[in-house]
């Protein structure tokens, strides 16, 4: 497979195909046209042309053979619908394109029983596996049987001798929480799962810190998706209890609640402020903008492939842990509660 085989398939020109998958800046593709470019290299295992690429640069080594990874997303089973996780995925593809390893093939916690899928995991034809999300004991097993070189990436720390490449969860949850505190809310309610998650935590954490008793009232465990987060925020809302605010774990399951919020009557902010964690695309195209924790999704793609690849070539060999840092993204969604 060539560029130009690439790009007619793709539909676009060989300078579009050579821009995107070099990562330029110059004029870059709309992410439909990137991802089905994206899509073909992954598919037919293009690798570039190091030799080619080494003498325009002026350098006469010989080209290294291309090698592969693998993708494992632990806490989602359509990685086509939660666009945080997808583009951590499409960061690490990239990065690891420019050390000449390919993103092989992608698979979900769910799937590593299916024949076909167990089968490509057992033959073990890639080099190492990138792990996205929080993954339970049992997947950790399995990782330590089928995989020689794992990095994980993730908001929740994991308890695995492991390399990490994570962005603190818990301290982004107590920092969008503390926010909505300091904007004078204490009836701040939580859509999303509860049970071992630490975003759950630094929400419980920081109504403690600022004496605020937690309701469990105010709490819905569900899963974090449009669906959930509208489900949990519509079961809270029709108890009426004096709710002014709500934190979801995500920007997805923010979604579901803003909808829930808007059906039972409520403007946002006037009436009730909304904050989540990730700052997908989509959360400032939203009506209103929506306010949220960003977290930085391209860079921790970058260095998870760094790490794995490094770990894979034999450069270091003790588990690292790399905590990257996030920041406030204050838009239109909160507001100083009055009431």
Known sequence: MTLKEIAAEAG????????????????????????????????????????????????????????????????????????????????????????????????????VNHPGIFRLISDNHVDGVAVLGRCDKQLLKFLKQYFQYVAYTGLNSLEAKYDQIICDGFQAAADAVGHLIRLGHSKIAYVGETRNENRYMGYCSALNTANIPLCRELTANVPLSPEGGYRGADAILKKELPVTAFFCPNDVTAIGTMRAIKEHGFSIPQDISLISIDDIDTAQYLTPMLTTIHIPVEEMGQMTAKILIDRIEGGHTLPVKISLPYYLAGRESCSKNTK
Not at 56 to 76: D, P, V, Y
Request: charged share 25%.
């Open 12 to 111: 676009v020109s060989i300078s579009t195909v050579s821009r995107v998958i070099n990562k330029s800046a110059k004029s870059p593709a709309s992410q439909e046209v990137q991802d089905r470019i994206w899509d073909i290299v992954r598919r037919t295992g293009y690798t570039p042309n190091s030799t080619a690429r080494q003498l325009k640069m002026g350098h006469k080594e010989q080209a290294c053979t291309s090698r592969s990874i693998a993708c494992l997303f632990a806490r989602i089973q359509d990685s086509e619908v939660d666009t945080f996780f997808t583009s951590l995925a499409r960061s690490i593809e990239k990065e690891a394109f420019k050390h000449n390893y390919i993103l092989k093939y992608t698979f979900t916690a769910f799937d």
